[in-house]
């Protein structure tokens, strides 16, 4: 695709209203972040999320600013680094049911594993020693089953949810669940006397401008925000990670080296992040490819316009980090699996343009927990690869399934060998 189409504002005809699709990094830094606050998280294509996270960090106004405000001193670089032995900790303890699937070479379900060993980690990190190992292990599959059943209302945004579509029972199920877990924890948070910083409690802490206590249902609903931001982004990516290790043995070869050197046949542990160059860069070309969040809605408060296209009031805006990291005209070979295009020896700035590369967002509603999957991530993969050598033994396509996130069509099986 050329620099001329690249820049284009698509107008998408999905019979019910006019929603236009942004690429261009030039029009995906003026909608999240030069004119932002003429982009709004509503309209249409957001329902679903917003009905999934309500008044949290996902929304916006008063809630969001309010929830921004709380969370941040938890999610900076340096505190959430603070953390790092904590959720290693956490990873090594999961890891430890895979050695009898090495043991016995019964496959396993990556996603499955993923998914176990990432929610142990944030509840933990979360939680800390305020929920029961029983209540944690009710969440997981819970979570699980918001993804899946969500996908019909993210796909058909415009159907009144007085329409009923698969997945809604599952859905309503799952979520109750979920509050059956969270509201006696917060309850109980309430009563007592801590000044532990963690994120639970600071959110439980936390007050409205006027300095009354924060409701129940607020404290709920960032819990659910930050949780589904912290492990489904982690669980996505690094599922994707082991069909392209097959189909690239010289980036397989470089990062068991790198893990060999840094971590050895030990746990991994907080002290070997600074040494995972390679596995860090492996991981911001997973997102690259596969951005969890790979379309943002926005809808357009006034009038303005695009490029040369004008958006009316009212009107929606998909931004899709999925098209923007893959267009040629900022991308060389855009489809290709390449980790040395964050390579920090090379200036670690690929895309050619600033936007070109927006994972997590940009502007005032970029995504404040990128450090905590920044450092989970990285210590996943170096604490499966410290102990075993997976292959995969189902061949995975690469076009992902679409929903509310990019997840591979097939399950990708792994074999796993002891190192």
């Not at 819990?223 to 990516?237: K, P, Q, R």
Request: hydrophobic residues 45%.
């Amino acid at each position: 695709m050329g620099r001329a189409a690249a820049g284009r504002v698509a107008r998408l005809d999905f019979g019910v209203a006019d929603v236009y699709l942004a690429t261009h990094p030039d029009h995906v830094q003026h909608i999240l972040l030069d004119n932002a606050a003429n982009f709004l998280r509503e309209g249409t294509y957001w329902r679903p999320l917003s009905r999934l996270f309500g008044r949290s960090i996902m929304s916006e106004g008063s809630d969001w600013k309010l929830s921004r405000k709380t969370l941040q001193p938890v999610l900076t670089r340096r505190y959430v680094h603070s953390m790092a032995d904590q959720m290693a900790a956490a990873i090594n303890e999961s890891l430890d049911g895979l050695a009898e699937h090495a043991r016995t070479g019964r496959p396993v379900a990556a996603m499955a594993e993923l998914s176990d060993i990432v929610s142990h980690t944030v509840i933990r990190v979360f939680f800390g020693n305020k929920i029961t190992p029983a209540d944690a292990a009710r969440l997981t599959p819970a979570f699980e089953t918001v993804v899946k059943a969500i996908a019909f209302r993210f796909l058909l945004p415009f159907l009144p949810f007085s329409v009923p579509v698969p997945g809604d029972r599952a859905l309503r199920r799952a979520i109750r669940l979920f509050d059956e877990v969270l509201y006696p924890l917060i309850r109980e948070q309430r009563w007592r006397d801590d000044e532990v910083r963690d994120f639970f409690s600071v959110l439980c802490r936390a007050h409205e401008p006027d300095g009354a206590e924060v409701s129940d249902r607020w404290v709920r609903d960032n819990l659910f925000a930050m949780f589904a931001t912290g492990t489904e982004t982690t669980i996505g990516a690094l599922t994707w990670l082991w069909p392209l290790l097959d189909d690239h043995p010289e980036v397989t070869r470089r990062l068991y080296e790198e893990i060999d050197t840094v971590v050895g046949s030990g746990p991994v542990r907080a002290e070997h992040l600074s040494g995972l160059t390679y596995t860090r860069q492996i991981v911001q070309e997973l997102l690259r490819l596969y951005p969890a969040g790979w379309v943002f809605p926005r809808r357009a408060v006034e009038s303005t316009t695009l490029g040369d296209v004008t958006i009316k009031a009212g009107e929606s805006v998909l931004v899709s980090p999925f098209l923007t990291h893959r267009l040629e005209a900022f991308w060389e070979r855009p489809l290709e699996f390449d980790p040395d295009r964050f390579d920090p020896a090379l200036g670690g700035e690929p895309g050619h343009h600033r936007y070109a590369y927006v994972p997590f967002g940009a502007g005032p509603h970029k995504c404040i927990g990128l450090h905590v999957f920044n450092m989970e991530a990285e210590l996943i993969i170096a604490g499966i690869l410290a102990r075993f050598r997976p292959t995969s033994c189902t061949a995975v396509s690469r076009i992902p399934r679409v929903g509310a996130t990019l997840r591979p069509k097939e399950s990708v099986e792994l074999v796993l060998t002891t190192v």
